[in-house]
Structure formats: C-alpha cells, structure tokens
C-alpha cells in the first residue's frame, strides 16, 4: 500500500525553528519529485515547496522562500521540511504529497497525500 | 501572481449534474487538477490533465478545460460527493490552488 506519514509538529513560539519529516512507503520513492501542501485552519490549500527525485530541482513559493527548506533522504524514502523564523501566519496542517513526476517544476498532479502534521505558531 | 477563482459554493440535488469551475488566464493552456476533500480527511486526486480519471475515481467525475475555464463535471450526483474541491494548476514553475468550492447535495 502507498503510504505517507508525516511527522514533526507541534506548538512554536514566533521566530522560531521546527523540522517536519514525511516517510514514504509502497512505492519507489526516488522514482518521483515530492511536495509539501499546508492548509490553514478553515481555509483553502496552499502550496509550499517541491523538490526533484534527486534533490537537483527545487522550487519554493514566494511566502516561504527564504525561510523554509526542502530536503529528501532517499536511503530513507523520506522528505523533510525545515522551517525557519516560523510565523503565525505558517499555522496549518503540513501534508506531503507525491506527483507523478520526476522533476519537481514539470506540471504534474499530487497523487498521493499524507494525513499531515499540525504546526501551530504562537507564543 | 497566477490566480485560479472558483464559486464558494455550489448546491446540486442528488441525482442531478454538478457542475464546479475554476478560471484564470488563458487556464485552457495549462493542464488542470482536480481535488475532492471531505471534513477531517486529506484531499484525493480526481481529475488530472484536465479530463483523465485516476484509477479507482467513479466515472461519474469528469472534467473539461478550455479558453479561460476548467470545469469539473459531476453526474449523477450522490450525497457521498459532498464535499470540497479544489482547481490547481502549474504556472512559472509553482502550483496555484484555486480557493476551493464547498458542493452540498440536497
């Protein structure tokens, strides 16, 4: 069965750091480019970064860019998200995706989706 | 920035055809996504280059992009689609969701 797990939220003061991890199972992880998706409490999806199947290609939206990091581990089918100088505005679920691409920027669809991990910024 | 705009809301009767949209410029040049998410669960793929059906999808979601509009066609509406959808396109590199369309079946 394919499978995402994220892990790594939880509650943050302001300007603070926190690392999210996602463990992929079921499928050839290093096959496929992988995606962080958020979602506010009671609000819409939003995108937050993408990275390439060998970490070669990585995109970023504007909101973040500058203060969070995508990085994968493929010995251990697993994606990671650093996020630095958090702000109240990044409270969200944080879920993991895959697409059906390799590269990171090629227009593909988010497949797969993690149950997400809960990041809550306040002091 | 791109946007994509699709209507809050949308109300259909079960039995009958939904129909949800998604616009933004010159959309018909992009290939469209499409997103089911139901309370306390994560989305689900439904619908990717515009028209294709994941495996396992109910053949009742179909979906259509041209000009400035994609749309995502439900028919025979049941009152297990309520939900809510979201659009989502590439632009320069980055994904853009639309900000989603609650579906009520009444």
């Known amino acids: 069965e394919v499978q995402l797990v994220e892990s790594g939220g939880g509650l943050v003061q302001p300007g603070r750091s926190l690392r999210l991890s996602c463990a992929a199972s079921g499928f050839t992880f290093d096959d496929y480019a992988m995606h962080w998706v958020r979602q506010a409490p009671g609000k819409g999806l939003e995108w937050v970064s993408g990275i390439s199947w060998n970490s070669g290609g990585i995109v970023y939206a504007d909101s973040v860019k500058g203060r969070f990091t995508i990085s994968r581990d493929n010995a251990k089918n697993s994606l990671y998200l650093q996020m630095n100088s958090l702000r109240p505005e990044d409270t969200a679920l944080y879920y993991c995706?895959?697409?059906?691409?390799?590269?990171?920027?090629?227009?593909?669809?988010?497949?797969?989706w993690g149950q997400g991990t809960l990041v809550t910024v306040s002091s | 920035s791109y946007e994509l705009t699709q209507p809050p809301s949308v109300s259909v009767s079960p039995g009958q055809t939904a129909s949800i949209t998604c616009s933004g410029d010159?959309?018909?040049?992009?290939?469209v996504c499409w997103y089911q998410q139901k309370p306390g669960q994560s989305p689900v793929l439904v619908i990717y280059q515009d028209m294709k059906r994941p495996s396992g999808i109910p053949e009742r979601f179909s979906g259509s992009n041209s000009g400035n509009t994609a749309t995502l066609t439900i028919s025979g509406t049941q009152a297990m689609d309520e939900a809510d959808y979201y659009c989502q396109a590439w632009d320069s590199s980055t994904v853009v969701f639309g900000g989603g369309t609650k579906l009520t079946v009444l």
């Open positions: 995706a895959k697409t059906d691409q390799v590269v990171a920027a090629t227009p593909g669809a988010f497949e797969i």
């Open positions: 010159k959309l018909g040049n992009k290939d």
